[in-house]
Nanobody
């Protein structure tokens, strides 16, 4: 059973940076596409960023393009989300998700089969 544990969230001022981490259990991490999603209070969960199983391809939501960077370290079974130039509208609960073996990275949450519990990011103005 895959377990995903997010960390790195917190309170930061607008313009600041945070780096989220998602540590995964499982010996086939290197074959999973990974994604980050977020959910603000009273809103639906939305796509933020995704990375292919090889790390060679990435996808970003328009709202974070140029500010956020997704990366992965397959030797550490970990995916990261570097968040720079944070804005109050980035405030949300951030989730990482794992897709199926060797599938492409996707913006569609239904393509992900395992989810973490989330880490809270709060950006003050």
């Amino acid at each position: 059973q895959v377990q995903l544990v997010e960390s790195g969230g917190g309170l930061v001022q607008a313009g600041g940076s945070l780096r989220l981490s998602c540590a995964a259990s499982g010996r086939t991490f290197s074959s999973w596409p990974m994604g980050w999603f977020r959910q603000a209070p009273g809103k639906e969960r939305v796509f933020v960023a995704a990375i292919s199983w090889s790390g060679g391809s990435t996808l970003y939501a328009d709202s974070v393009k140029g500010r956020f960077t997704i990366s992965r370290d397959n030797a550490k079974n970990t995916v990261y989300l570097q968040m720079d130039s944070l804005k109050p509208e980035d405030t949300a609960l951030y989730y990482c998700a794992a897709g199926r073996n060797f599938y492409s990275a996707s913006i569609n949450p239904t393509q992900y089969v395992s989810w973490g519990q989330g880490t809270q990011v709060t950006v003050s103005s």
